[in-house]
């Protein structure tokens, strides 16, 4: 009977350390498994978070247009909605991963910001810009504001970068070249001195991620065929084009844009009376002046291509830019944005 006693006094014995070493060991499994990270997120396969820090924010788009800050902030455009610097950024085009990060409690953004340099420099990436060694970097009036237009998958408040102490603000820009395309990330942390339920924010350091790879669109529009064009034209006056390709913010054709071009082409060599307006159409990002501007002078260019390069009488086409006067979505998100620039043909 007593030796059945030790065996049993042995194994609660030892039920009870394994109790304890799962209790001890278990909040170590959920900081190193970052279980409060945001459904569906992850960390960018080039760069590693910050030690204890949870993804709250996350956006991945396949092909997106970005510009990149490179020197000084000067102030915030309100009604162009963008930030100026002292130089023009840079233009980046391909795709772009977004990720915020909460440090809660005793991070600071200074800490956030230096370890993502020190981890960009060993990790092969050439610093662009460094706010922290911008004596120039004293005027942050209005820099958040871009937060407050970004609307990405959050855990938190959108407005959790926006409503952050100006005082805090750190701002750092990377680039390094590889052969399958270059990657720059761009890095903005900022402090909430006390935890906020109205943004759902913690005391500690926020740390918004941009990750840019470099490289072109993959060309997956459906070429809107002649009769398709005559067909909505007759039925809603007017068709919308999404084949004819420009550079950001430039008015020269692109290449692949020569099959919708052609298409045109036909069916004004099909119906010999139909005279068109070309009418260009932006998002509304930039100045308004100057999308006009860029409107009509794409709209002009489409028109000269038809005319020099598949013999269509200039008279049978009358140029005209709207800017982002006609929108067909809403410009809050890129997907709406892109539905905005095209080129509509209108019969005159």
């Known amino acids: 009977m ?3 006693r030790v065996l049993r006094y042995r194994f609660l014995q030892g039920s009870s350390l394994l109790v304890l070493i799962g209790v001890a060991v278990m909040p170590l499994f ?4 970052w279980a409060a990270d945001l459904p569906g997120s992850g960390d960018h396969p080039l760069l590693k978070r910050f030690g204890g820090a949870e993804i709250v924010g996350y956006d991945v788009k396949r092909f997106d247009e970005y510009e990149l800050q490179t020197s ?3 102030r915030y455009d309100l009604q162009a909605k963008r930030r100026e ?4 950024p840079l233009k980046l085009e391909g795709g772009v991963t977004r990720i915020w990060y909460e440090a809660a409690n005793k991070a600071s953004s200074a800490e956030l910001a230096g370890n993502y ?6 990790g092969g990436f050439r610093i662009l810009y460094d706010s922290a060694k911008d004596p120039a970097a004293t005027n942050w009036s209005g820099f958040l504001n871009a937060f407050g ?3 990405i998958k959050t855990s938190r408040s959108h407005y959790a970068f926006y409503a952050a102490d100006q005082q805090g603000i750190r701002v750092l820009s990377a680039m390094k070249e590889r052969p399958e395309g270059d990657v720059y990330v761009y890095l903005t942390t900022v402090e909430w001195a006390r935890d906020d339920s109205t943004y759902k924010a913690r005391q500690g350091a926020y740390a918004a991620v941009d990750i840019i790879e470099v490289r072109p669109m993959q060309q997956n529009m459906v070429v809107v065929k002649a009769a398709e064009m005559s067909k909505a034209i007759t039925l809603t ?14 008015a020269t054709i692109k290449p692949e844009s020569r099959a919708t071009l052609q298409e045109i082409a036909e069916l004004l060599k099909q119906a010999p009376k139909l005279a068109l307006h070309v009418v260009g159409h932006t998002d509304n990002v930039g100045a308004f002046d100057h999308n006009l501007d860029l409107s009509r002078r794409r709209a002009d260019a489409v028109k000269g291509a038809l005319t020099r390069e598949f013999g ?3 008279g049978r086409l009358t140029p005209n830019g709207v800017a982002c006067l006609a929108p067909v979505a809403a410009n809050a998100t890129e997907e709406g944005r892109a539905k905005n620039r095209r080129v509509e043909l209108v019969p005159r």
Not at 85 to 88: D, G, M, R, T
């Open 72 to 74: 000084t902030y000067k």
């Open 2 to 4: 007593k030796k059945g």
């Open 312 to 314: 269509i009488a200039p």
């Open 237 to 250: 006056g007017r068709v919308a084009l999404y084949g004819i390709f420009f550079d950001t913010d430039q």
């Open 85 to 88: 610097f002292a130089e023009p």
């Open 149 to 151: 237009n970004l609307k």
């Open 117 to 122: 340099r020190n981890e960009l420099k060993a």
């Open 30 to 33: 959920a900081a190193a498994g």
